[in-house]
């Protein structure tokens, strides 16, 4: 018996000559994932974005026409996953408590950032590729 050969996937014009290549893009959503969960992508970090902004979870949670409760899940999720806290929070005192963001998180926020520029360019590249 022979193996199978396996055969180069078709280049860009002879898999798309039957569509628009103008208006065909690759697209694409990015999260990072623990244990076959989303863990961290563009809704937790515009949310941390906004716990720092304005240390306070429930003004980060209105800010983005969020519950208060679904906000809580979240930052709940994060700091359960992570090793460390990535929500600081205090309760009480003169100002009524508040939330910040751990280093670690800020530290996350910039890596997910990057790699949602490395996946931007992945997608344009692909783009190109389609269009050709």
């Given amino acids: ?5 396996k055969t180069a996937p078709p280049s ?6 039957f569509l628009p290549l103008t208006e065909v893009a690759a697209n694409g959503s990015l999260w990072i994932e623990h244990q076959g969960q989303r863990f961290f992508g563009p809704g937790p970090v515009q949310l941390l974005e906004l716990i720092e902004e304005t240390g306070s979870i429930n003004q980060a949670a209105k800010k983005m026409d969020m519950s208060y409760k679904k906000a809580w899940g979240i930052v709940n999720n994060l700091n359960a996953t992570a090793l460390r806290p ?6 009480g005192g003169q100002k009524g ?3 910040t963001i751990s280093a ?3 530290a996350l926020i910039i890596y997910y950032r990057e790699l949602r520029a490395r996946f931007n360019q992945f997608l344009e590249a ?4 389609i269009r050709k």
């Fill in 1 to 5: 018996m022979s193996p199978t050969r």
């Fill in 12 to 17: 860009s014009p002879d898999l798309w000559e």
């Fill in 86 to 91: 990535m929500v600081i929070t205090a309760t």
């Fill in 97 to 99: 408590g508040g939330s």
């Fill in 104 to 106: 670690e998180a800020k």
């Fill in 126 to 129: 692909e783009t190109a590729r």
